[in-house]
Structure formats: structure tokens, C-alpha cells
């Protein structure tokens, strides 16, 4: 017996709920991980790096996660040396900007709702408007598909991907 009254089974990636994690231990719950899924980079930076490369044409970037922000300006970072010239950065939900602003940049839409749709609207005119979206391989398109509708274009490149963590050993949560 672990000699915690109650433990709570974690299935998302390790670091991705530090802030509940700590909730919960300060609750004298125990905390087991058995993280369902592993966020790895892309199996090539070709598409993210073109757009990387190419980063002045686009009226922004669209970040849908703090798992693309943190791949997206890291790979930034890396191959341009500064994120001075990342165009005007719009976030998902409040989460997702938290995340921008840890890395030093402003943000400039946040939809009241954390949605891609709510986001989508957020920008107002989008016509003509190109738009940079990383994000995983399994990304949604609910907001290209409602940009494009309104007469925007966007770019969905792969900065990261969501994989079946290898086999585990599942005696731990005995």
C-alpha cells in the first residue's frame, strides 16, 4: 500500500498537468503517470522549416496549443536565431497565450471561447489573409475551413506528433 487515501491514474504526457499534479499532492493524493500518448517531433522539419523560411509572408500565426508553441518558436528560434520576425501570433485560449508570452511575445487575438472555430471569428475580415498554422499531425481543420470560407488562406504545417507511448510495464498501478 502506497500509505496516500486516495491516487489519481495521470494518462496524459508527463509535464503536460505539473500545475494539477501539484494541486493534487497538496491534497495528499498520490499521483500515478501512465501517459496514454507521447508528443514527438515531426518525422521531418521540411514543411514546418519552408514556412519557418518564408515567415514574413504570413499575416499570422495561428497556435492551437502550448504543444505548438513550444515547437513552432523553439524551431523558430533554431533556425532564424531570434523570434523577432514572427508575424502577429493568435492563440487558441488563454492556456495557449500563457505560453506565447513564456517565450517573450506578445499576443494579439484570444477568443473569449478556446475554440479554433471562436478563434476563427476573433480575426474579424480575414480576406486576403495568409495565415501560418503549426500544429500536430492529427490538427483539426475547423479554423482553415472557416477562414478559407471567408476568403483567407492558411498553411497547416506538422511542427509535431502525437504517438503511442511504448509498451509499459502496467504493474505500477497495482
Keep these: 500500500m502506497s500509505g496516500y487515501a486516495h491516487t489519481v491514474l495521470l494518462t496524459r504526457p508527463k509535464g503536460s498537468s505539473d500545475g494539477f499534479v501539484e494541486v ?95 478563434l476563427a471569428q476573433a480575426l474579424g475580415d480575414v480576406s486576403n489573409h495568409f495565415f501560418l498554422q503549426p500544429g500536430s499531425d492529427l490538427q483539426r481543420e475547423d479554423f482553415s475551413k472557416q477562414v478559407e470560407a471567408r476568403g483567407g488562406r492558411v498553411n497547416r504545417v506538422t511542427v509535431y506528433r502525437t504517438v503511442a507511448p511504448p509498451a509499459r510495464d502496467l504493474a505500477a498501478i497495482d
Design 24 to 118: 493534487l499532492a497538496a491534497h495528499g493524493i498520490e499521483v500515478v503517470h501512465l501517459p496514454m500518448i507521447d508528443i514527438v517531433p515531426p518525422v521531418s522539419w521540411d514543411e514546418a522549416d519552408r514556412a519557418i523560411d518564408a515567415v514574413e509572408v504570413y499575416s499570422g500565426i495561428v497556435l492551437t496549443s502550448a504543444n505548438a508553441v513550444r515547437f513552432f518558436l523553439d524551431r523558430c528560434r533554431e533556425r532564424l536565431g531570434t523570434l523577432d520576425a514572427v508575424p502577429p501570433i493568435h492563440a487558441v485560449g488563454e492556456k495557449t497565450a500563457e505560453a506565447v508570452r513564456g517565450y517573450g511575445l506578445e499576443v494579439s487575438t484570444v477568443p473569449d471561447t478556446s475554440s479554433a472555430g471562436h
